[in-house]
């Protein structure tokens, strides 16, 4: 008699809410994922990139490279064949700079007034199923209609950290139903207290308990080639991680007016995994010796597309 109640009343909740209301575990599917260029960046999250259905957050300082990257992640979505769509609060992306990053023309662009329209455009398109990436930019910028309205002596607490801790509850199980990973950029603030971490993030905390996956980026050493600034190096630490191992992280160089370079990311992991040994000065491929030096190796790789795509194979053979 309980066997048959039980029956009729899974039967009546899959009738009213969806087929899927009630799976067992071992039908649960595993999480998919949009890989990116820059493999370090893919093995550090320790799934193969940045997860379908689930909410990230991209935080760091000013001028570390959050917008490049996530404009980078943008580019490599659209050449796998998921549609994106990028929420510009702050007005900075630019046709000239995304295109040397390889970003399409196709990259669909929201330039909202508030951050009140950026929720609503973020959350209508998540339920339509139009896109498979939305990426946001950034927090700071998320300020409420209301906020714009007052004056700008009057008081604003928290009008921010309350938008997101609302949006949040609805965003986060539509991105799982309709399969959509929500990207966030994310800024430091320092805390005029004296004690602990000065850097907090803006908005809040319900974004950080929101995001299954965690980025942070910091500012490296300056990258000098005869005497001239060329870029810098950055480090991405995943900080939080609820798809693979937290703390890992790797090192990455940002090169000025082009981005990341997946030249030299690709060079590292494959050191890294044992598809690249290091023999002394020389670095070998296969067993046999390719050129004596790091940069010459990577200014190979650079030339080289046929070596660059059969080291790329091997490492993600080994990966």
């Known amino acids: 008699l309980r066997a048959k109640t039980v029956e009729a009343a899974i039967k009546s909740l899959k009738k009213d809410l969806g087929d899927?209301?009630?799976t067992p575990l071992s039908e649960v599917p595993e999480v998919a994922y949009i890989p990116t260029r820059l493999l370090s960046v893919n093995h550090a999250i320790g799934l193969g990139g940045i997860p379908i259905g689930l909410v990230t957050e991209l935080i760091g300082g000013e001028g570390c490279g959050k917008?490049?990257?996530?404009?980078?992640?943008a580019a490599d979505a659209i050449r796998a064949g998921y549609p994106t769509l990028y929420i510009d609060l702050e007005g900075k992306v630019r046709q000239a700079y995304a295109a040397k990053l390889g970003v399409p023309d196709t990259l669909e662009l929201c330039r909202p007034a508030?951050?009140?329209?950026?929720?609503?455009?973020?959350?209508?398109?998540?339920?339509?199923?139009?896109?498979?990436?939305?990426?946001?930019?950034?927090?700071?910028l998320?300020?409420?209609?209301?906020?714009?309205?007052?004056?700008?002596?009057?008081?604003?607490?928290?009008?921010?950290?309350?938008?997101?801790?609302?949006?949040?509850?609805?965003?986060?199980?539509?991105?799982?139903?309709?399969?959509?990973?929500?990207?966030?950029?994310?800024?430091y603030r320092q805390s005029p207290t004296m004690y602990g971490?000065?850097?907090?993030?803006?908005?809040?905390?319900?974004?950080?308990?929101?995001?299954?996956?965690?980025?942070e980026m910091r500012d490296g050493k300056p990258i000098r080639r005869n005497g001239a600034s060329i870029g810098k190096g950055v480090t991405l630490k995943v900080t939080k991680n609820q798809v693979?191992?937290?703390?890992?992280?790797?090192?990455?160089?940002?090169l000025f007016g082009?981005?990341?370079?997946?030249?030299?990311?690709?060079?590292?992991?494959?050191i890294t995994v044992g598809a690249l040994e290091l023999k002394g000065s020389w670095v070998a491929f296969n067993g046999e010796n390719i050129v004596q030096g790091r940069e010459n190796c990577i200014d190979i790789m650079r030339e080289n597309a046929e070596l660059f795509e059969s080291i790329k194979k091997s490492t993600l053979e080994r990966l």
């Open 20 to 22: 899927d209301i009630i």
């Open 114 to 140: 508030n951050g009140d329209q950026a929720m609503m455009v973020a959350d209508k398109m998540i339920e339509a199923e139009a896109y498979k990436l939305v990426i946001i930019d950034s927090v700071a």
């Open 244 to 254: 693979g191992m937290p703390s890992a992280e790797c090192e990455l160089t940002m």
């Open 258 to 270: 082009s981005g990341f370079d997946d030249v030299s990311d690709l060079f590292e992991t494959a």
């Open 197 to 215: 971490n000065p850097n907090k993030p803006s908005g809040g905390l319900a974004l950080q308990y929101a995001s299954s996956l965690t980025l």
């Open 67 to 73: 917008t490049t990257l996530a404009l980078s992640i």
């Open 142 to 187: 998320l300020s409420a209609g209301a906020e714009c309205e007052k004056g700008i002596t009057e008081s604003n607490m928290m009008t921010t950290a309350r938008l997101l801790s609302q949006s949040m509850k609805r965003l986060m199980p539509k991105c799982r139903i309709h399969k959509c990973a929500l990207l966030f950029i994310n800024q």
